[in-house]
């Protein structure tokens, strides 16, 4: 009997250890974090948050820098900030940030993509795949690209590497916007950024329908504060 208490106890000290650490993650699958960009304050600073909050809610997501520098692209366990000339770099987990989304990525769907294939063609096969504009998808398109044209950056050519992004709720009755938010990172972690357009030489795409939308509003802290004054 004491030998089965001690494996008990060692097996939830173990679990407890990887909770920590971050290998183990209490957060569901299916489900899209947010931290959505809050309204008006005196500083930056009163509505920012640690980029490593990200990892805490899933392995894939990407947020907005709150020094106004750009944007930064959680993967896996590593964090990189994008230059606006479509440059790469290395990024500490307690950078701060003004907004940000993550998942914790398992696709539903996963399928080959027909060359050419565009963020047209991806908007168009999103409004026949997920029709139901209340459901949040989140996607990651791995291939070659003949084209990958940065948003407010330069275009590049015949390059290779992960589009990933999500699709959120319209956010008012009358939105018919269907098209999701694009990042690229290339891979060989040197070219990426938000992306306005592409054009596929060959890839597949996967599909992770999240019905779980948690928002996380990181001004709460702030707001909190003047309540209690």
Not at 27 to 36: K, N, Y
Not at 148 to 156: F, T, V
Not at 168 to 179: Q, V, W
């Amino acid at each position: 009997m004491k030998g089965n208490r001690f494996v008990v106890v060692s097996l939830a000290t173990a679990c407890a250890a990887l909770l920590l650490a971050g290998c183990v993650s209490s957060v569901p699958f299916d489900q899209i974090t947010r931290w959505p960009a809050a309204g008006v304050v005196p500083a930056a600073k009163d509505a920012a948050f640690p980029a490593y909050e990200l990892h805490q809610y899933g392995n894939l997501g990407a947020g907005t820098l709150a020094s106004g520098a750009g944007d930064m692209a959680l993967d896996g366990i590593y964090y990189y900030q994008f230059g606006r000339d479509g440059a790469v770099y290395a990024m500490p987990p307690s950078e701060a940030l003004a907004a940000g989304w993550a998942v914790r990525f398992r696709p539903d769907r996963v399928e080959a993509l027909p060359p050419d294939f565009s963020r047209a063609a991806l908007d168009a096969m999103l409004e026949v795949s997920v029709p139901d504009r209340s459901v949040v998808c989140a996607l990651r398109l791995v291939g070659r690209f003949e084209t990958i044209q940065l948003d407010g950056g330069p275009l590049l050519r015949r390059v290779s590497g992960t589009i990933f992004g999500l699709r959120t709720p319209p956010t008012t009755a009358d939105d018919r916007s269907g098209s999701p938010q694009l990042w690229f990172l290339s891979g060989d972690l040197l070219t990426g950024g938000r992306i306005a357009d592409f054009r596929l030489v060959d890839g597949s795409l996967a599909l992770d329908l999240c019905p779980r939308y948690l928002n996380i509003n990181p001004g709460a802290g702030r707001a909190l504060r003047l309540l209690r004054q």
